[in-house]
Nanobody, 131 residues
Framework: QVQLVESGGGSVQAGGSLRLSCAAS????????MVWFHQTPGKEREGVAM???????TYADSAKGRFTISRDNAQNTLYLQMNSLKPEDTGTYYC?????????????????????????WGKGTLVTISS
């Protein structure tokens, strides 16, 4: 059973930083495509950043230059370092995993990340950015 548990959310002022973590249960984590999603009320989840099993990363345009996704395969943990936070970054952040390579699960298109059929989801962690 694949389980993903996010942590690290909270409230910060605009311009601040947060680091989100996602602890994964012991599946073959290191071979999975891992993705962070962002969702605000009334909107669909949007892919923010993805990292493949070989460490290749891709970001949505909204995250480039501000967010960094990384993974620690020894600790089965995924991270999202978020800097220069803006009020529009407010929302719930979800960790997701798929056993297929990221290129087979989804990808980057016109500034956004699309993953229509990703397999596993965490329950999310709330981030609030005040102006």
């Amino acid at each position: 059973q694949v389980q993903l548990v996010e942590s690290g959310g909270g409230s910060v002022q605009a311009g601040g930083s947060l680091r989100l973590s996602c602890a994964a249960s012991e599946f073959t984590y290191k071979s999975y495509c891992m993705v962070w999603f962002h969702q605000t009320p009334g909107k669909e989840r949007e892919g923010v950043a993805m990292i493949d099993s070989d460490g290749r990363t891709t970001y949505a345009d909204s995250a480039k230059g501000r967010f960094t996704i990384s993974r620690d395969n020894a600790q089965n943990t995924l991270y999202l370092q978020m800097n220069s936070l803006k009020p529009e970054d407010t929302g719930t952040y979800y960790c997701a995993a798929d056993p297929k390579p990221c290129s087979a699960s989804g990808g980057y298109y016109k500034g956004a990340l699309y993953f229509p059929d990703i397999a596993y989801w965490g329950k999310g962690t709330l981030v609030t950015i005040s102006s």
